[in-house]
């Protein structure tokens, strides 16, 4: 389970850099990976890979959120022109 947190949070943080639709898989992918890292965390050998996932995971998440802010605050702006 820990590294497959790892892979999906690695997934998430490439999936940031996708011009469109990006921030929002990457957001669910960083949900995902902090959810998947939280449960390998409970399992002594596999406490570290969780520990990393869910680190990396809300690091994507807090990225892909003030991405989504970004870009509503944007479109707010533009609206008033």
Known sequence: MGPVSLVLSALAAVALVV?????YVALGLGIAAVGVGLVAFR???MRLWGAAGVTVG????L???TQIGLTLMVLD????L
Do not use: Q, W
């Not at 702006?77 to 008033?80: E, S, V, W």
């Open 43 to 45: 399992r002594p050998r």
């Open 77 to 80: 702006r533009l609206r008033r």
């Open 19 to 23: 011009p469109e639709v990006g921030k």
């Open 63 to 65: 990225l892909a959120a």
């Open 58 to 61: 809300l690091c994507v998440c």
